[in-house]
């Protein structure tokens, strides 16, 4: 494949992009239209594919193939067209709604099955198209226009759920972060299965400021840890502060402070089987700790719709018939002279 | 009955083997009806089961039925009374009362009337006979009690003994209707391949049995069922309606060199067309056991945006789960095929039991003006032809169609000639071609029948964005537009009645000319309808019948026909839902309804009963 073959134009539509001046949407479109230039897949061999909400409106903008589908159906339409046509590369574009809620069902299953499609999570917490309710991922107390009094229920974590439902790939980034945003996608298309992108988004009009503590280059140094394999969990603007495992838990430790020295720090492998620690990481939440982005898991695993494939392979090198009329004349057939 | 042994000739005869849901009654009925086609009799067959896999044991509940007709001539029904009644039990015996005549001949397991077993079957006496008002012939044999003197030496444990009970019942029938065994232990053989010492207990009490009845042959007459009539030459074989479906499935793909995809959740009675696709992998089918109905219409929609012929199958219940995807392919315009089984509802009604009512949830069960192209097959074999012309419109015109069968065609099967392909249409999808790369879009459409051209994902120079939101009808892009939108919604119903075009005139059978009453029917009840015409007629009386099985759009001569005849009556198994659809469709014609709902197919001479009063008055 030749990379850098494409421009991050060749896959802007012709369409006015309509989402609210401000809304991480805009930012997130033009980080997914660089990392599918970098990626150099052309664009009629790529297609994406969303739900309902306002971040389900980006095929529109794409000039690839799209399909815009129902509320919460994306990852199972997204599945029917990876197995039925494995040569398109396939993207899922979906907000905390469309894909927790109403979809939570296909979400945990496409991520069981690992069919080979990248799942970008929108994660605003909060119904934007139908203005304002609490979301799946809404912390607790949260007021909105269907709760008034604030919500009486937990969240889901979204990473939490992915690990819960075998996901061997979980990355996360910032809306307005390109650098970060363009190398998870890049990554989550060529991890082979099944991959979820968490983009922590902001809703600049029924929930602005819900990613303040990462909003700019200076508060994600020190709210945020960037993850790459093979390198110590360090963060900080001045690069100080790290990341150890402390019993059955992580804790945030400074460099020269009580005699931690760099060789103490935990060095991230994204590639281990076990998610004990790609959990624990994912689960990581401001104030005490920093938030990850980067790439938390990145596990092969065999994909559904390449098995599927196989398997016809091997039953078709088992079996004689190969066409319908072959088959039919097999078994309990009788003659009329 | 004479005493003394008699060979009968008989026209048609219908067997029905009835027993405990774990008797083994539906192996025992598919292997007679079988046996009895290679012979060359047609069958018609009719499995009538509970949704419980194993209700409590000698139950009414756990009664498990299979009919089958056979003929020496065309039989269309699996037969309404039975001429021979296998009942392995009390239960079996009193569930089935309402399906003898006095001159039916009962077979019973002596062992398995005793006084719990009457208990059971909930009998306020001892005589279950008398009680029931039965004083048929009663071959009472102590099937139990042989079944394990037969296999004492096997080696095998008193429960598998017991399993093979069903061959003694089997080996008796197969006696009574002088049928050879080769067939059957063939097929035992075929069966029990990798239980090798099962197929030999099984063979070994089928030939005891066979032999018991050559014994007693002195107390009963035996049948013998002749194959008359020109039966048309070639290969057959015995197949059921989901089977033959998703056979038909099958060919639409291989004949338009496609990908065939069925997204599918297990539901009753439709999963078997799921098993089915499932077993031909060979053929290079793609089968996806979702996590739900929903997610079975995405897959294949997804499958068929992808540029493969997706297919969805379901019953009632998940036919509702399914609308808002459905109709994601009405706006998307893209091809799908949804197969309903119908089963009895509301919810989740009677599972195992028959009926046709989703014909209008079928029509018209989305949200918006929502048209879409709806068949209906008409007995087991014609699901392989209802299935293969559905793929054919579907990817012909760019549009969900949902093919209803029911419960009644899916289970029943019949002999069946296997065809060639050459026989069937070729189909040919409405692909983009390179020439129409300049300017094109996604939602311009053939002049002609208002088909929009398929451009799928891979094919450079067509990239387009799909979607349920309206669309603009030159530009292709979100539309909110007033006369637009007016304008779309008149374009996608007369993309669907362009489909009439492509469909078959309405035939119309019997006394077309002149009758004096057309009876009308859709789906999978042409076949009791279809008798209950010829017996009228034998019976002097004028009738014709047209029987539908393009329901949207009708065939184009529906209107004419149906304003030719004085009365008309529409019989379905639903509360006049077909009825309905014409007075909306040929407004001023009086339809007189027959109206069925019982979960059971209808009986021939109750139509021809009702039909003839509605002549009279």
Same mark, same amino acid.
């Given at each position: 494949?030749?990379?850098?073959?494409?421009?991050?134009?060749?896959?802007?539509?012709?369409?006015?992009?309509?989402?609210?001046?401000?809304?991480?949407?805009?930012?997130?479109?033009?980080?997914?239209?660089?990392?599918?230039?970098?990626?150099?897949?052309?664009?009629?061999?790529?297609?994406?594919?969303?739900?309902?909400?306002?971040?389900?409106?980006?095929?529109?903008?794409?000039?690839?193939?799209?399909?815009?589908?129902?509320?919460?159906?994306?990852?199972?339409?997204?599945?029917?067209?990876?197995?039925?046509?494995?040569?398109?590369?396939?993207?899922?574009?979906?907000?905390?709604?469309?894909?927790?809620?109403?979809?939570?069902?296909?979400?945990?299953?496409?991520?069981?099955?690992?069919?080979?499609?990248?799942?970008?999570?929108?994660?605003?917490?909060?119904?934007?198209?139908?203005?304002?309710?609490?979301?799946?991922?809404?912390?607790?107390?949260?007021?909105?226009?269907?709760?008034?009094?604030?919500?009486?229920?937990?969240?889901?974590?979204?990473?939490?759920?992915?690990?819960?439902?075998?996901?061997?790939?979980?990355?996360?980034?910032?809306?307005?972060?390109?650098?970060?945003?363009?190398?998870?996608?890049?990554?989550?298309?060529?991890?082979?299965?099944?991959?979820?992108?968490?983009?922590?988004?902001?809703?600049?009009?029924?929930?602005?400021?819900?990613?303040?503590?990462?909003?700019?280059?200076?508060?994600?140094?020190?709210?945020?840890?960037?993850?790459?394999?093979?390198?110590?969990?360090?963060?900080?603007?001045?690069?100080?502060?790290?990341?150890?495992?402390?019993?059955?838990?992580?804790?945030?430790?400074?460099?020269?402070?009580?005699?931690?020295?760099?060789?103490?720090?935990?060095?991230?492998?994204?590639?281990?089987?076990?998610?004990?620690?790609?959990?624990?990481?994912?689960?990581?939440?401001?104030?005490?700790?920093?938030?990850?982005?980067?790439?938390?898991?990145?596990?092969?695993?065999?994909?559904?719709?390449?098995?599927?494939?196989?398997?016809?392979?091997?039953?078709?090198?088992?079996?004689?018939?190969?066409?319908?009329?072959?088959?039919?004349?097999?078994?309990?057939?009788?003659?009329?002279? | 009955?004479?005493?003394?042994?008699?060979?009968?000739?008989?026209?048609?005869?219908?067997?029905?083997?009835?027993?405990?849901?774990?008797?083994?009654?539906?192996?025992? @009925?598919?292997?007679?009806?079988?046996? +009895?086609?290679?012979?060359?009799?047609?069958?018609?067959?009719?499995?009538?089961?509970?949704?419980?896999?194993?209700?409590?044991?000698?139950? %009414?509940?756990?009664?498990?039925?299979?009919?089958?007709?056979?003929?020496?001539?065309?039989?269309?029904?699996?037969?309404?009374?039975?001429?021979?009644?296998?009942?392995?039990?009390?239960?079996?015996?009193?569930?089935?009362?309402?399906?003898?005549?006095?001159?039916? !001949?009962?077979?019973?397991?002596?062992?398995?009337?005793?006084?719990?077993?009457?208990?059971?079957?909930?009998?306020?006496?001892?005589?279950?006979?008398?009680?029931?008002?039965?004083?048929?012939?009663?071959?009472?044999?102590?099937?139990?009690?042989?079944?394990?003197?037969?296999?004492?030496?096997?080696?095998?444990?008193?429960?598998?003994?017991?399993?093979?009970?069903?061959?003694?019942?089997?080996?008796?029938?197969?006696?009574?209707?002088?049928?050879?065994?080769?067939?059957?232990?063939?097929? &035992?053989?075929?069966?029990?391949?990798?239980?090798?010492?099962?197929?030999?207990?099984?063979?070994?009490?089928?030939?005891?049995?066979?032999?018991?009845?050559?014994?007693?042959?002195?107390?009963?007459?035996?049948?013998?069922?002749?194959?008359?009539?020109?039966?048309?030459?070639?290969?057959?074989?015995?197949?059921?309606?989901?089977?033959?479906?998703?056979?038909?499935?099958?060919?639409?793909?291989?004949?338009?060199? %496609?990908?065939?995809?069925? @997204?599918?959740?297990?539901?009753?009675?439709?999963?078997?067309?799921?098993?089915? &696709?499932?077993?031909?992998?060979?053929?290079?089918?793609?089968?996806?056991?979702?996590?739900?109905?929903?997610?079975?219409?995405?897959?294949?929609?997804?499958?068929?945006?992808?540029?493969? %012929?997706?297919?969805?199958?379901?019953?009632?219940?998940?036919?509702?789960?399914?609308?808002?995807?459905?109709?994601?392919?009405?706006?998307?315009?893209?091809?799908?095929?949804?197969?309903?089984?119908?089963?009895?509802?509301?919810?989740?009604?009677?599972?195992?039991?028959?009926?046709?009512?989703?014909?209008?949830?079928?029509?018209?069960?989305?949200?918006?003006?929502?048209?879409?192209?709806?068949?209906?097959?008409?007995?087991?074999?014609?699901?392989?032809? +209802?299935?293969?012309?559905?793929?054919?419109?579907?990817?012909?015109?760019?549009?969900?169609?949902?093919?209803?069968?029911?419960?009644?065609?899916?289970?029943?099967?019949?002999?069946?000639? !296997?065809?060639?392909?050459?026989?069937?249409?070729?189909?040919?999808?409405?692909?983009?071609?390179?020439?129409?790369?300049?300017?094109?879009?996604?939602?311009?459409?053939?002049?002609?029948?208002?088909?929009?051209?398929?451009?799928?994902?891979?094919?450079?120079?067509?990239?387009?964005?799909?979607?349920?939101?309206?669309?603009?009808?030159?530009?292709?892009?979100?539309?909110?537009?007033?006369?637009?939108?007016?304008?779309?919604?008149?374009?996608?119903?007369?993309?669907?009645?362009?489909?009439?075009?492509?469909?078959?005139?309405?035939?119309?059978?019997?006394?077309?000319?002149?009758?004096?009453?057309? !009876?009308?029917?859709?789906?999978?009840?042409?076949?009791? &309808?279809?008798?209950?015409?010829?017996?009228?007629?034998?019976?002097?009386?004028?009738?014709?019948?047209?029987?539908?099985?393009?329901?949207?759009?009708?065939?184009?001569?529906?209107?004419?026909?149906?304003?030719?005849?004085?009365?008309?009556?529409?019989?379905?198994?639903?509360?006049?839902?077909?009825?309905?659809?014409?007075?909306?469709?040929?407004?001023?014609?009086?339809?007189?309804?027959?109206?069925?709902?019982? @979960?059971?197919?209808?009986?021939?001479?109750?139509?021809?009963?009702?039909?003839?009063?509605?002549?009279?008055?």
């Amino acid at each position: 494949m030749q990379e850098q073959q494409y421009t991050a134009k060749d896959f802007k539509s012709d369409q006015y992009v309509r989402w609210c001046p401000g809304c991480g949407d805009h930012a997130l479109l033009n980080s997914l239209q660089k990392a599918m230039a970098e990626l150099g897949i052309p664009p009629h061999m790529t297609a994406v594919v969303s739900g309902i909400g306002c971040s389900s409106r980006l095929p529109y903008y794409m000039n690839t193939y799209g399909f815009h589908t129902i509320h919460g159906r994306a990852a199972a339409i997204a599945s029917g067209l990876k197995v039925a046509n494995p040569a398109i590369t396939v993207w899922q574009i979906s907000g905390d709604g469309d894909g927790l809620a109403i979809g939570g069902n296909h979400f945990i299953h496409a991520l069981r099955r690992n069919v080979n499609i990248n799942i970008v999570l929108l994660n605003n917490r909060i119904y934007g198209l139908t203005k304002g309710q609490y979301s799946p991922t809404s912390p607790r107390g949260f007021v909105s226009k269907s709760s008034p009094y604030g919500t009486v229920e937990d969240p889901f974590r979204p990473a939490e759920l992915a690990f819960g439902a075998r996901g061997r790939f979980f990355a996360r980034c910032v809306d307005v972060d390109s650098p970060c945003s363009v190398e998870v996608l890049k990554a989550s298309a060529r991890h082979k299965g099944a991959s979820v992108v968490e983009v922590l988004q902001n809703c600049v009009i029924f929930n602005n400021g819900s990613q303040s503590a990462l909003a700019t280059k200076e508060l994600r140094a020190e709210n945020a840890i960037y993850l790459e394999a093979g390198k110590p969990m360090l963060f900080g603007k001045d690069h100080d502060k790290g990341l150890v495992q402390d019993g059955f838990g992580l804790k945030v430790v400074r460099l020269g402070e009580n005699g931690v020295t760099e060789k103490d720090i935990l060095v991230h492998d994204p590639h281990c089987e076990d998610n004990t620690l790609h959990m624990k990481l994912a689960l990581m939440e401001g104030p005490d700790f920093p938030v990850a982005l980067g790439v938390i898991r990145d596990v092969q695993a065999p994909c559904y719709d390449e098995a599927v494939r196989a398997q016809i392979e091997e039953v078709k090198a088992k079996k004689r018939e190969h066409t319908l009329e072959e088959f039919l004349h097999t078994g309990d057939t009788w003659e009329i002279k | 009955m004479a005493n003394e042994h008699l060979v009968k000739e008989l026209d048609q005869v219908v067997v029905r083997f009835s027993g405990d849901s774990g008797d083994g009654m539906q192996l025992a @009925g598919n292997i007679f009806s079988a046996v +009895s086609a290679v012979l060359g009799n047609d069958i018609s067959t009719f499995p009538d089961y509970p949704a419980e896999i194993r209700a409590p044991q000698g139950t %009414l509940s756990g009664v498990s039925s299979y009919q089958i007709h056979i003929g020496g001539d065309k039989v269309y029904t699996s037969g309404n009374k039975c001429d021979v009644l296998v009942a392995m039990n009390p239960a079996a015996l009193k569930v089935n009362v309402k399906n003898i005549t006095p001159q039916t !001949i009962i077979i019973t397991d002596a062992d398995s009337f005793t006084d719990k077993d009457l208990e059971k079957a909930q009998y306020a006496t001892k005589d279950p006979f008398t009680e029931l008002g039965i004083n048929n012939t009663v071959i009472d044999v102590p099937i139990t009690s042989m079944c394990r003197e037969s296999l004492k030496n096997s080696g095998m444990d008193n429960k598998s003994i017991l399993k093979c009970k069903n061959m003694l019942a089997l080996g008796l029938v197969c006696w009574l209707f002088d049928r050879p065994l080769d067939h059957a232990m063939q097929m &035992l053989n075929t069966k029990f391949a990798k239980k090798p010492d099962v197929a030999t207990a099984n063979i070994k009490v089928l030939t005891d049995g066979y032999n018991y009845g050559h014994n007693i042959h002195a107390s009963v007459p035996t049948y013998r069922v002749e194959t008359k009539g020109e039966k048309r030459k070639g290969i057959y074989r015995d197949v059921n309606g989901n089977a033959a479906t998703a056979y038909g499935l099958v060919a639409a793909a291989e004949k338009a060199g %496609l990908q065939l995809f069925l @997204g599918s959740y297990p539901i009753t009675p439709a999963t078997d067309i799921l098993h089915e &696709l499932a077993k031909l992998k060979n053929l290079g089918v793609i089968t996806v056991q979702c996590e739900d109905e929903i997610s079975g219409c995405c897959n294949a929609i997804g499958a068929s945006f992808g540029g493969a %012929l997706g297919v969805t199958s379901t019953s009632g219940p998940g036919l509702c789960l399914k609308s808002e995807a459905i109709n994601l392919a009405v706006i998307a315009e893209l091809p799908l095929v949804v197969v309903d089984v119908q089963r009895s509802g509301p919810s989740t009604g009677m599972p195992t039991k028959s009926e046709q009512t989703d014909l209008l949830q079928a029509m018209f069960g989305r949200n918006g003006e929502s048209p879409l192209v709806v068949i209906a097959a008409t007995s087991p074999t014609d699901c392989f032809d +209802s299935a293969y012309m559905a793929c054919k419109l579907a990817l012909e015109h760019m549009t969900p169609v949902i093919l209803l069968t029911d419960g009644y065609i899916a289970n029943g099967s019949a002999a069946w000639r !296997i065809p060639s392909l050459d026989e069937y249409p070729e189909i040919r999808p409405p692909y983009v071609t390179p020439e129409m790369r300049e300017g094109w879009k996604p939602y311009r459409r053939n002049p002609d029948n208002f088909v929009r051209y398929w451009a799928v994902p891979g094919t450079e120079g067509f990239m387009h964005r799909l979607g349920g939101l309206e669309k603009d009808f030159s530009t292709s892009a979100i539309s909110t537009d007033a006369v637009n939108h007016q304008k779309m919604v008149v374009t996608r119903r007369n993309k669907i009645e362009k489909v009439a075009d492509c469909i078959p005139l309405q035939e119309v059978l019997g006394d077309k000319d002149d009758a004096d009453l057309l !009876i009308v029917g859709w789906g999978g009840t042409f076949g009791h &309808l279809y008798d209950t015409m010829r017996t009228m007629r034998a019976d002097g009386k004028k009738v014709a019948l047209a029987h539908f099985k393009y329901i949207n759009p009708l065939p184009r001569n529906t209107e004419e026909l149906l304003r030719k005849y004085p009365r008309i009556v529409v019989a379905e198994q639903d509360m006049g839902q077909f009825a309905g659809l014409l007075r909306m469709r040929v407004p001023g014609v009086d339809f007189k309804q027959f109206n069925r709902i019982k @979960g059971q197919p209808f009986k021939v001479s109750r139509l021809v009963e009702e039909f003839t009063k509605m002549m009279e008055e």
